[in-house]
């Protein structure tokens, strides 16, 4: 009541630090939102983002989008954030697709913003974000789904787990990435099959061909995407965020991928982390990366 009216910069130091904890304390971390489609959870410094919309098979709507877009820059930029694990509500649907409904009557210029915003927002926004993201694929990833697992850095997929990017059946094509994305994880030939035919695979079939990096049951599914970004986050993340801008620029027409990796690898030496992990070395000991 004494300071009713005060902005927290006018208080006292230790009156401002009280209302600051307080309202961490309410809000939870910065970065932390309430969404309508998504669910967040931030342990062991991997980011849960789970879509939930599974009445709707987790498909996206531009609600969804707009959210992803907003959780993806928020954990950027989030410090306590190492990795993002990806998945959708349940054991059905990663994310069985885009939600047709909201654009069956779109026109040319609508169609082109509707795809351009996708890209610009959201998938190319995953495939360059600076940290790691595991897509776990728990059920079907058609079109959007899948086009959203490939623009993840890295897949697993449940046994069930059913993929496909079926566009060519709407009259469509795939319109977030997936022509270009899936011909360069499986190869020009079977990209082909797989967008012409609209034929889904199941995950057997996407391990064979490189579309996931590894199968294991539904049980497994959380358990094993933890693991395998456990080892990430023990690494150095600025060697980690220099290995994914190296990584993709190989992919990238305007740039040179090796001048690339030679200016990645040159901008690690100035960072602590290369002081602290080649002294670890040196001294035999496990690194203490910031």
Request: hydrophobic share 40%; aromatic share 6%; proline share 2%.
């Amino acid at each position: 009541a004494k300071n009713k009216g005060a902005t927290v910069a006018s208080l006292l130091p230790h009156d401002a630090d009280i209302i600051a904890k307080a309202r961490r304390a309410k809000n939870g971390p910065a970065f932390v939102k309430t969404y309508n489609n998504l669910l967040i959870e931030l342990k062991n410094k991997i980011l849960y983002l789970t879509i939930n919309r599974e009445s709707k098979l987790n498909a996206l709507n531009k609600e969804t989008l707009e959210e992803l877009s907003q959780a993806f820059t928020d954990a950027e930029q989030n410090k306590e954030v190492k990795a993002i694990l990806l998945t959708g509500a349940g054991n059905k649907a990663f994310v069985a697709g885009a939600d047709i409904s909201e654009f069956s009557s779109y026109n040319l210029a609508e169609g082109k913003e509707l795809s351009k915003s996708g890209h610009d927002d959201v998938f190319n926004k995953i495939e360059n974000l600076k940290k790691p993201v595991l897509a776990a694929i728990n059920g079907f990833a058609l079109g959007g789904g899948l086009e959203l697992a490939m623009a993840c850095h890295i897949r697993i997929a449940s046994e069930n787990a059913k993929m496909g990017l079926p566009e060519v059946s709407l009259g469509l094509i795939p319109g977030y990435g997936g022509t270009q994305r899936l011909s360069k994880l499986v190869g020009k030939g079977k990209a082909f099959e797989i967008i012409l035919t609209a034929d889904m695979i199941n995950a057997a079939e996407a391990e064979k061909i490189g579309l996931i990096n590894k199968m294991v049951s539904q049980e497994e599914l959380i358990n094993a995407s933890e693991s395998l970004l456990a080892k990430v986050i023990i690494r150095s993340s600025t060697a980690v965020t220099a290995a994914i801008i190296s990584i993709n620029a190989a992919d990238d027409g305007n740039q040179s991928g090796y001048n690339t990796e030679i200016e990645q690898f040159a901008w690690c030496f100035t960072q602590p982390d290369f002081k602290e992990g080649t002294q670890a070395f040196l001294e035999k000991r496990k690194p203490a990366f910031e």
